[in-house]
């Protein structure tokens, strides 16, 4: 059963507008969340975390949104660029279990010119 | 600082052989995990060992297994290897306590023939 679920294997962004991508998870102890973002064939990128006493966290042009109640994060990419487009992946951790990453299977982006 | 290293990039070997595969983690950090991505499965957890010591282990046969070395750096082994086998094999490092972000290598492209 999967722990953390991201439902759109696909997005498509025009560049310059707002990506939005979302993720879902079901286990209540994952208490830090992160997303990476990743290129065929390479390692996984970090891109920004959130711990679960906060509700946002904000980086450049990055910022992700957590609401605990719902389980559910989201990633916010604004504005868009090209070199953006790449799979994205959102993990989560619990305590006492850091070592251990439970990712999601990823959403592709594409921003379009 | 430079990131985490991972070698060899690519192999390919044949059912029933092993591998090790080997990663050098950024200086100072004290975790190295594992994990396999495959098309099918996504990113996928194997161990993680923290000062010599493993600390978290995923679902996967005993065929996998891992060590590492006082001065961090840690080498996974694959025994009797299977078709299913073939896959991207990525580690990632960090710090090892608290809340915790793992950097991830270039990873090592795994092809069982």
């Known amino acids: 059963d999967q722990q953390v679920k991201q439902n759109s294997p696909s997005l498509s962004v025009q560049e310059g507008r707002i990506s939005i991508l979302n993720c879902d998870y079901t286990?209540?102890?994952?208490?830090?969340f992160l997303w990476y973002k990743k290129y065929p064939a390479e390692g996984p990128t970090f891109l920004i975390s959130?711990?679960?006493?906060?509700d946002k966290n904000e980086d450049g042009r990055f910022t992700v949104f957590l609401n605990k109640s719902a389980k559910h994060l989201s990633l916010h990419i604004v504005p868009s660029q090209p070199g953006d487009s790449a799979v994205y992946f959102c993990a989560a951790s619990a305590q006492g279990s850091q070592g251990n990453l439970i990712f999601g299977k990823g959403t592709k982006l594409s921003v379009k010119p | 600082k430079a990131g985490v290293t991972q070698t060899p990039r690519y192999l390919i070997k044949t059912r029933g052989q092993q591998v090790t595969l080997s990663c050098s983690p950024i200086s100072g950090h004290r975790s190295v995990s594992w994990y396999q991505q495959t098309p099918g499965q996504g990113l996928q957890f194997l161990f993680e060992?923290?000062?010599?010591?493993?600390?978290n282990k995923g679902n996967f046969p005993g065929r996998f297994s891992g060590r590492q070395f006082s001065n961090s750096r840690s080498e996974m082994n694959v025994s009797t290897l299977e078709l299913g086998d073939s896959a991207l094999y990525l580690c990632?490092?960090?710090?090892?306590?608290?809340?915790?972000?793992?950097?991830f290598g270039p990873g090592t492209r795994l092809t069982v023939l």
């Open positions: 959130i711990s679960s006493i906060k």
């Open positions: 990632a490092s960090s710090s090892g306590q608290g809340l915790d972000t793992q950097y």
């Open positions: 060992y923290f000062s010599e010591t493993q600390r």
């Open positions: 286990n209540s102890m994952f208490d830090y």
